[in-house]
């Protein structure tokens, strides 16, 4: 982008603000204007605040949304100036070379976690981990789960031939669960190596797996590497293309090949969609009658669109949020009759009921392909085809696709690709039988519309994953293996194939601060959408509490979002019926790889070894940058967590071998 091109964006404060807070955030977009800076070093809030002389902005929410986001924006490379008519922002460079691009990525995400990490519950739940403990006749810390560098390289080095110097395995997180060796809860473990990673920690709403992949051939098992499978992000026009199970392709798909199968599951949709829809508060408060379901008419699905703006409305004007955390059969009636779930119901219902009052005449008294063929043919009825296939993607997409979430080796093992044996495993079938035994409940979301426990498939049809860097992923690229490791056929292969690029919307460039202050001015300014962060209420609370305080501030919310980081689109495909699966057409999965593990994965981290790791082992300087990686004082460390570099001292039991053969 050059400054011919340079798209600047007008910042000026909200309706009401006074002349004096004018002036401070004009004072302070100057100075912020006038500084060169050094774009390895993040910007400190408190410092720029202070210096543009702005006060206790706490009280003053307009303009202490503005300079929080106008210094976060500035961090991350957009460029200011101030005019005779204020303030202007324009966007970074996007055409830039990968190396300054992944410097720009790495500082927007730092931000986050550099602040996370500075937190005092963070820093003493760091502590507890890397402090002692007495396990038996040992001195046990997470240090003890760490594998020194130089003992790795000097194995491989010594018996390069050998299949034992790693053993990778896959240990499913379960939360109440602790390590054998250690004692540490495990995921206590997992949680401790995720604050390794570049972003902030966080937990993710809906479905979440966490995963460990350990190293039998340490006496203590060390940790090689961590992943996530979870709930996914439920719109992605690439994923959702390539899957096929777009609206558009499958609508063409069913115009193309019209069959008495296709017509009958459209039919079933209708009748489960209304079947799992709790109704009797709703005829017990007189906005249905019994007969309004069998013969639905315009003013019925008038009155329950009404229904559900009223309670949509007394959801978020506040009062007491009532989460039900119980989640046994009777408590599915309660969270149903709340002001979310009921607004929630009511709107599906009148969609469900339109939809009935369309097709209803097609496809009764039975459903065929010459029915389903003259519903094609009127534009109406194929509307609501449509939107029945919006709503049967929409009901699975969290059940039978999942994103890798987090996925990666920790040090020394991530000189040796073990990124790539991570990946590999986070979708093997161990993972899949884990992740199928785990979510083999009833759905939160669906009993909860139903007032009944409600079932939803639990096997995976695909996993899908982003990079980091939008420039390329070593992690991922080439991440091919044969079938026949995870016993399927041998004359086929699978992995991680190349979506596309994601669209670069977020908030990752904003940091707790800025979040913080744009929510406050979006409550001060009377917004009537309140974003509760409850499971049920939609996806992205954070990025909804931004985009609700930007609105608030009149900026441009589209714009300040782009976070100007496309990110590569993954997906790796576990059955061979994909889009047929994946919306219901089909009951059973066509597997690809065998759903019941044989193993923990020692298959797939054979092939790992062979495939990667021992041509990695073999170059110099990949091992001696695995030497980097100390278990010895001062300890210097990739896997620990970057709070600081104090020289600290372990264990003496733990340190003896390791002296012995370094000293």
């Known amino acids: 982008m050059t400054d011919n091109d340079a798209k600047y964006l007008p910042l000026v404060l909200p309706p009401g603000a006074s002349r004096k807070e004018r ?65 202007l922002l324009c966007p970074p460079q996007t055409h830039v070379d990968r190396e300054t691009e992944k410097a720009r990525v790495r500082r927007q995400e730092h931000i986050r976690r550099d602040a996370q990490l500075r937190q005092p519950s963070v820093r003493r739940f760091v502590e ?60 206590d473990i997992w949680r401790y190596f995720r604050h390794t990673w570049s972003n902030a920690y966080s937990t993710i709403p809906g479905r979440s797996m966490p995963i460990l992949i350990r190293d039998a051939a340490t006496e203590y098992h060390a940790v090689i590497g961590l992943a996530a499978i979870s709930s996914p992000v439920v719109q992605i026009a690439e994923r959702d293309s390539w899957m096929g ?28 969609q209304q079947d799992e829809i709790y109704v009797d508060d709703l005829l017990r408060d007189g906005v249905l009658q019994p007969d309004d379901l069998k013969v639905p008419t315009n003013d019925v699905i008038a009155r329950l669109r009404a229904d559900a703006e009223r309670h949509r409305a007394k959801h978020h004007r506040g009062g007491p949020i ?36 369309v097709l209803g005449t097609y496809f009764a008294p039975k459903p065929t392909a010459a029915r389903l063929r003259r519903a094609l043919g009127n534009s109406k009825a194929r509307t609501q085809i449509g939107r029945l296939i919006r709503r049967a993607r929409g009901e699975r997409v969290g059940t039978v696709i999942a994103d890798l979430t987090i996925c990666g080796a920790v040090a020394p093992y991530n000189a040796l690709a073990a990124g790539k044996l991570v990946g590999a495993l986070a979708v093997s079938p161990v993972v899949l039988a884990a992740y199928k035994e785990k ?78 202050a744009l929510v406050r001015l979006s409550e001060h300014t009377g917004g009537r959408v309140r974003v509760n962060s409850l499971f049920g209420e939609g996806v992205s609370p954070r990025l909804r509490k931004v985009r609700l305080g930007l ?52 298959l797939v981290a054979q092939w790992w070894l062979e495939r990667w790791g021992r041509n990695r082992a073999a170059q110099k300087h990949v091992r001696e940058s695995m030497r980097q990686h100390r278990l ?21 039991a733990f340190l003896g071998d390791a002296i012995a053969r370094h000293a």
């Open 551 to 602: 609105a608030s501030l009149g900026w441009p919310t589209n714009e300040l979002l782009k976070h100007g980081r496309e990110r590569i689109l993954y997906g790796v495909p576990l059955v061979a019926n994909v889009r047929e699966y994946s919306l219901g057409i089909d009951k059973e999965p066509l597997y690809l790889v065998d759903p019941e593990p044989s193993d923990e994965g020692q």
């Open 439 to 516: 979510y083999r409940r009833p759905s939160e979301i669906a009993s909860a519309m139903a007032g009944r426990p409600i079932m939803r498939e639990a096997r995976l049809s695909v996993v899908s994953t982003t990079s980091l860097y939008g420039t390329g992923s070593s992690q991922y690229n080439r991440l091919f293996w044969p079938a026949s490791v995870m016993g399927g056929p041998e004359d086929a292969r699978i992995g991680f194939s190349e979506l596309g690029r994601s669209r670069s919307f977020g908030t990752s460039h904003f940091s707790d601060e800025t979040v913080e």
């Open 245 to 272: 199970w777009d609206t558009k392709q499958v609508l063409a798909a069913i115009e193309d090949d019209p069959t008495d199968r296709l017509a009958r599951w459209l039919a079933r949709r209708i009748e489960v």
């Open 23 to 87: 002036q401070g955030f004009s004072r302070l977009c100057r100075l912020l204007a006038a500084t060169k800076f050094d774009p390895g070093v993040p910007l400190e809030h408190a410092y720029w605040l202070k210096a543009a002389e702005l006060g206790d902005i706490y009280n003053q929410p307009g303009l202490a949304a503005a300079a929080h986001t106008v210094i976060d924006l500035v961090d991350q490379g957009w460029a200011i100036d101030v005019d005779k008519f204020g303030p």
């Open 128 to 187: 507890s981990m890397e402090r002692t403990h007495q396990r038996g006749d040992r001195l046990i810390s997470i240090f003890n789960l760490m594998r020194d560098g130089r003992e790795l390289a000097d194995s491989l080095e010594a018996n390069p031939e050998a299949t034992d110097t790693i053993q990778p395995y896959v240990q499913i997180v379960d939360s109440s669960a602790t390590c054998e060796m250690t004692g540490f809860n495990l995921h």
């Open 322 to 357: 009532r989460e039900v955390r119980n989640i046994e059969t009777d408590a599915w009636i309660e969270r149903a009759e709340t002001h979310l779930f009921r607004s929630k119901r009511s709107a599906l219902l009148a969609e469900t009921l339109e939809i009935r009052s």
């Open 632 to 652: 010895v004082r001062p300890i210097r460390h990739g896997a620990r967590v970057p709070l600081s570099m104090d020289d600290e001292l372990l264990p003496v």
